[in-house]
């Protein structure tokens, strides 16, 4: 299988405090990967180091074979190949829904308006926002806030997509809505990397489970390995607490 | 009695009245804009993110501090100070014989654009860290960022102040009258000078500084209200499964229509 990012002895420190230790991991072609573990475990630094939003402090991510941290390689080039999803949405509040999924594609990517209409609508039907193209982000639930988050995400097209805590920031019913579009485009075979809370998603959806503790990857495997039979203790009793709920 | 000396005074010298608050707004008008220019730049410049090391860094520290020296300054003395330094200083040492709008508006704009620069700067940070994330994700460089996503939403935030900025230029145009610029004060003082009724001359001066700076709280609060929009989404207008952008505009306008 074609790896699409490879993380190689990624570490990370903000001030003295490590927050990730000699990361190895990486991201087939169409894999939807997630990424487990209890708060403050890294998980969430992890994928913002993968698209660069926090530096790493050493190691090494290769995407197609390149090596991104190398400080001659394109880093607005290579983020336009990610589609970030965030926990707080962080829709462009100046813009209605359309605008959010039109204005990356416009001054980024240099695609003319026409054509930026016309992708941006075709994935906000994916996403089922279609119909609310001109309402600002204020008017919006928190679900369709994300939906929409998710639309302007795809519309640039990236190889793989990032979804860090997509529905943690969530009113329990509005959960069920973002999780049932992650599904659909799970089964499209975009590659995904998604950090989560939402053990039935991770168990269900996902080809594999990283579990991270303490800033390191304890095991990872199929959900079926990680969910019926995980080999390290500290993976037992984390799924012991959260599936108990 | 006072009062039949005002409308004696008004229907007197009305033209000069007009022609002194005239000016005033003007100066006040084109130094509020040029201040807001100079404020953005300015704000844009001091918000860059500071790059680890490099020759960029140090560039970038030197005209920070350039900047910063400029704030100070003009923050830290009075504007009556700084018209007579530039106005005689500039003729003195430079040899410049400026003429005495322009070296009005220069004055007001630099003053200005020292307060906005705070103000705008200000503004850019208290939009949320995630728009910049969200922007920088999709690789926005930092001045699209700034253009397409922050600056809209600074600018919003900070209209109250930048009203504030202005109601304040209204009246301390008046202090160019060291200058000797025909504003609204200097011609006061020409007409009370002429019939030394001092009162009544004042008053009739201060309802027109009022008028001005009351007009112009109203219209820039009406343009909050505008950019700030309804709360609600309106369904009803949107029930369409189909639509081109051509639809969404002929709809948007006649929802609005509606409203009206």
């Given at each position: 299988m074609e790896k699409i990012i490879e993380v190689q002895h990624l570490s990370k420190s903000f001030g003295n405090h490590?927050?990730?230790?000699d990361i190895d991991f990486s991201v087939n072609k169409g894999e939807v990967v997630s990424i487990i573990g209890?708060?403050?475990?890294?998980k969430s630094t992890l994928l913002r180091c993968i698209n660069l939003l926090e530096k790493p402090s050493s190691g090494q991510i290769i995407y197609k074979g390149e090596n991104?941290?190398?400080?001659?390689?394109?880093t607005r080039a290579y983020r336009t190949k990610l589609g970030m999803v965030f926990q707080q949405f962080n829709?462009?509040?100046?813009?209605d829904v359309l605008g959010n999924c039109i204005v990356g594609q416009m001054k980024?990517?240099?695609?003319s308006k026409e054509e930026a209409e016309k992708v941006a609508m075709k994935y906000l039907k994916v996403v089922g926002?279609?119909?609310?193209?001109?309402?600002?982000?204020?008017?919006?639930?928190g679900g369709q806030k994300q939906r929409v988050a998710i639309a302007r995400a795809l519309s640039m097209e990236p190889d793989v997509m990032l979804f860090d805590?997509?529905?943690?920031?969530?009113d329990p019913e509005m959960v069920g809505e973002v999780l049932k579009v992650m599904k659909e485009l799970a089964e499209s075979g975009l590659t995904m990397l998604v950090v989560t809370h939402e053990m039935g998603f991770a168990r269900e959806v996902s080809d594999r489970v990283v579990f991270m503790d303490k800033g390191v990857i304890v095991e990872e495997g199929t959900p079926e390995q990680i969910f019926n039979?995980?080999?390290?203790e500290r993976t037992r009793e984390f799924l012991k607490r959260t599936l108990k709920i | 009695m006072s009062f039949d000396w005002m409308i004696k005074i008004v229907s007197e010298n009305w033209p000069m009245f007009l022609r002194g608050a005239g000016m005033t707004l003007f100066i006040s008008i084109i130094g509020t804009i040029l201040g807001f220019i100079i404020g953005l730049i300015v704000g844009i410049i001091r918000t860059i993110p500071m790059p680890e090391r490099g020759g960029k860094r140090v560039t970038l520290k030197i005209i920070n501090s350039i900047l910063g020296i400029y704030i100070e300054v003009f923050r830290g003395t009075p504007m009556i100070v700084q018209a007579m330094v530039i106005y005689y200083g500039s003729a003195l040492l430079f040899g410049i014989d400026m003429n005495k709008l322009n070296a009005a508006i220069l004055i007001v704009s630099i003053n200005t654009g020292a307060y906005m620069s705070e103000i705008v700067r200000g503004g850019i940070i208290s939009v949320d860290k995630g728009q910049f994330e969200a922007a920088y994700a999709i690789g926005m460089t930092h001045f699209q960022t700034m253009i397409n996503v922050v600056l809209p939403q600074a600018i919003r935030n900070i209209l109250p102040a930048i009203g504030n900025e202005f109601v304040i230029n209204i009246k301390d145009t008046s202090v160019l009258n060291v200058i000797a610029v025909s504003e609204l004060f200097f011609q006061t003082k020409s007409i009370s000078g002429i019939n030394f009724r001092y009162f009544e001359t004042f008053f009739v001066a201060s309802v027109l500084y009022f008028v001005m700076t009351f007009t112009v709280t109203r219209i820039l609060r009406y343009i909050e209200r505008k950019m700030d929009g309804?709360?609600?989404?309106?369904m009803y207008a949107n029930q369409m499964q189909v639509e081109t952008p051509e639809d969404t505009l002929r709809r948007t306008q006649s929802v609005n229509g509606n409203n009206r």
């Open positions: 490590e927050v990730l230790r209890s708060s403050g475990s890294g991104i941290l190398d400080d001659k390689h394109d829709l462009f509040n100046n813009h980024v990517l240099k695609r926002m279609d119909k609310y193209i001109n309402a600002k982000p204020k008017q919006l639930s805590e997509p529905t943690s920031a969530l039979n995980p080999t390290q | 309804p709360e609600n989404y309106i």
